[in-house]
């Protein structure tokens, strides 16, 4: 008999009630987005469980941060957990980095649905349909080891006939020092493994033929996060025909985009450019806000005034104007100004540049009335009539003739010695 299909969502680093990573001044409105994302996130993903009517729930690590008590983050979890206990929706969780075991045991108690996976050595988990086994789950580590054909009589002999093997599903959980002194005797037979995403995750998992699954966060908490994010569901056909997608479910995306400065005529040029870029992203259903950061590149000496703080600032006002919606998707913009590339300077100039540009970073701070005494004793008062030099003075801010002394020394090595 073939088995049942078996459907299951994934998840992560749901990191509730953590912050996001917030920069520059925002107006209630987007600063409360900002702080409710991840929990909102998780919402979503308790309420797509329920509409898909799936078999578990798997949650791979850092479900909350055990060194930030957070009351709204326990209060969310139980929650979603008691929505799922309604729905007879089982959820298997292993602890993280920041949500280790002890965090877990120092919770009141949680719903009946809910089982911690902790020790490597517990016996496998039969997930059932009516009384027939659809999966099993296993706690896995590095150093886990499970034997194929141990595996199959194992299972053969549960079900009763070898063919009607369940799906085996292995849940990662955390070492502190992985070890691979014997790589054969931590081989795997899994169908599907399930773990969190990160620098070295694959240090934690031991070695396996099956599809793994390094889940992400459904919601980013800084620009290294990018781009859509949510959870996978996995959905298993009657011939074992395996179908993973991942669903979006963050209210808020982060975005890095570069944008090519070559042949950009004007600021409207690079604007239009830019709006371009934006509308090709993706937009999944729930998005609120984007944050877009933006690094202007190009192949030429030209900056064209885009390294000044001044010109970026602008830049980005203007685009916010052109994207941001106040009853639909919000947008900031934040644009990285223009660096001085070293390679277009001939090597000869490079060291010169790179003092002249640290004696403008080592300046000190200059108010109006010290610029005034300077142009007043070069005394070009002698030259120019009394009432338009008053005037020009008057308008003069350092920090603009700052940003216009490095454009000009950029400007200049990039151009000296070529003809």
Known sequence: ????????????????????????????????????????????????AIERDVDALLITGNTFDSFVASLAAEVALRSGFERLNERDIPVFVTPGPLDPIAAWNDLPSLPENVTILANPDEPPIDLTDRGRVIATIVPVTADSTVDPHELDNILASRSGQGTDRSFVIGMALPMNEPLRANAAARYSALDWLACASGDNFAAHLPLTDGTVNPQDGPQGLSINEAGPRGATLLEVDSQRRVKQSLIPLSPIRWEQITQSLDRVSSRDDLLERMLSAVERLSTPPGELMRIIHWKLDRTTGETRGWEMESAIQELAAALTELTDQSNGLRYIHQIQPLEPDLSLIEPAHRELLTEYLLALDRRSPVEHAAMEKWLS????????????????????DPETVAERAQQLGWQWFATIGKR
């Open 1 to 48: 008999m073939a088995m049942k299909p078996l459907r299951l969502l994934h998840a992560a680093n749901l990191r509730l009630d953590c912050p996001l990573q917030q920069f520059g001044t925002w107006t209630d409105e987007i600063r409360d987005l900002m702080e409710s994302a991840t929990l909102l996130a998780f919402d979503r993903l308790i309420s797509l």
């Open 377 to 396: 004793d070069a005394r070009l008062n002698e030259v120019l009539k009394t009432n338009r030099w008053e005037m020009w003075a008057d308008s003069v």
